[in-house]
């Protein structure tokens, strides 16, 4: 993938890296996950889905029907498994260099 | 059984078309009484009816653009937007505005200022914040933009003495919706293409000597004319079809959208000054698409007939 991805994107994938969600469970780890700074919307969220399973990095896992609502749960496939272990690493280098330059500042950084 | 009436919210999923609605509308639904049975609400917030409403039309209108053709065509909209906004404010935002219903004598010959120059100083402020990644902060100015273009396009109706020509507030309009289409996030490339444009449009502008103080037509009558921007458009189109052979796929489709824009541009230009004309030429355009679309997924069926994806079983 050439262009950047962006948080919510992001933050899907990772909440769907350890298995199957569904809708509100989705919004509600998005949620813990960005330490409560992103709440998706359930129009963004089926939005985003909606792109992503055209692209084929996640793919509906099972539907349940619970209390006469429809549950979908949905899933990474092994190409989205693969996207998001090349942004984790890809963000791992930004945050390293970002450490390393922090700990060239001079012990008095920001004062001048 | 659910114990919330979910009547409300089917009511707000018609703003999504039914195909969408049979194929998301039972699981959107689920999470939406999931959601609200969570807050304790018995029906749709106002944010959520606004929110539904708003994805709905978007699909509507735009589910059949792939997002990156949206973004790539945002980007191109802003680039030549902004471009053909400051050469309109450069070359016609001030001059003498002369009125023929009064002798010599009468004239007012001072230079004034065009109210397009609302729309024009709206579209530098909105390129601006684009550029520095201010995503929302433009939006907000793209749609005072596009507000401000009707409205001074309504003003010049009532004075055509004072008001920029309809093409240009029509123009500066529809580039600022196009740019609402996506968030701009390649910015250098907006950057690189605004001024590649506006260094085209300032050459043909001194090429053809219009002077700064021309009126707001003279781009329009002496550079932007009917056969230079089809033959621009079809340029572009040549080059977003090389960039396409040699594979650069992300320059390709940026080009392409180029392209498209000035294609929009000479729809703009055709219509404007006859309808006839400018129905003809949509007809021209779609008919080409059609066949281009048409050529693309042949080719597309015929590499992927010969050349198997790597993986595959």
């Known amino acids: 993938m050439t262009q950047e991805m962006r948080e919510p994107t992001f933050l899907m994938l990772t909440a769907l890296a350890d298995g199957p969600k569904h809708g509100y469970a989705l919004i509600e780890e998005v949620d813990r996950v960005s330490r409560g700074h992103v709440r998706l919307k359930v129009a963004t969220l089926y939005a985003a ?24 749960y949905v899933e990474l496939t092994p190409d989205g498994v693969g996207l998001l272990a090349e942004e984790v690493a890809r963000r791992e280098v930004t945050v390293a260099e970002a450490r390393r330059r922090l700990a060239l500042r001079p012990a008095f950084g920001g004062a001048l | ?45 106002r944010g959520e009816r606004i929110a539904l409403m708003r994805s709905g039309l978007a699909v509507r209108i735009l589910g059949w653009m792939p997002q990156p053709a949206r973004e790539a065509v945002a980007t191109a909209s802003a680039a030549t937007g902004f471009a053909l906004a400051m050469v309109f404010a450069v070359f016609s935002g001030f001059g003498e505005r002369v009125d023929w219903r009064l002798p010599p004598e009468g004239q007012n010959l001072d230079p004034q200022a065009s109210p397009g120059l609302i729309a024009a100083g709206l579209w530098a402020i909105a390129f601006v ?143 404007m000054w006859d309808v006839a004309t400018g129905m003809l030429g949509l007809a021209v355009v779609v008919a080409v698409g059609a066949v281009g679309v048409g050529i693309f997924r042949a080719g597309a069926r015929w590499g992927h007939g010969t050349h198997p994806r790597e993986g595959a079983a």
């Open chain 1, 49 to 72: 889905l909606d792109r992503l399973e055209k692209e084929g990095t996640i793919r509906i896992a099972r539907e349940e029907r619970v209390q006469g609502r429809v549950r979908r």
């Open chain 2, 1 to 45: 059984m659910t114990t919330v009436d979910d009547t409300p919210w089917r009511r707000a999923l018609r703003a999504y078309p039914s195909s969408w609605r049979d194929r998301h509308g039972e699981a959107m639904l689920g999470t939406l009484l999931d959601e609200a049975e969570a807050q304790g609400r018995d029906e749709p917030s």
């Open chain 2, 129 to 271: 914040l684009i550029l520095c990644g201010a995503t929302r902060a433009a939006r907000i100015a793209l749609t005072a933009t596009a507000v401000a273009g009707v409205g001074v396009f309504v003003y010049a109706q009532i004075d055509p003495l004072a008001g920029p020509r309809a093409i240009v507030t029509v123009t500066l309009t529809v580039f600022a919706l196009l740019v609402l289409l996506a968030p701009v996030r390649a910015r250098l490339a907006a950057g690189v293409t605004a001024a590649v444009t506006t260094g085209i449009l300032l050459f043909f502008h001194l090429s053809f000597e219009v002077p700064p103080g021309s009126p707001s037509d003279a781009i329009w009558t002496r550079v932007l004319t009917a056969e230079f921007t089809g033959f621009l458009a079809g340029a572009v189109w040549v080059l977003s079809l090389l960039t396409a052979i040699v594979r650069a796929r992300t320059v390709a489709r940026l080009v392409a959208a180029v392209a498209g824009v000035w294609t929009i541009v000479w729809l703009i230009r055709l219509t």
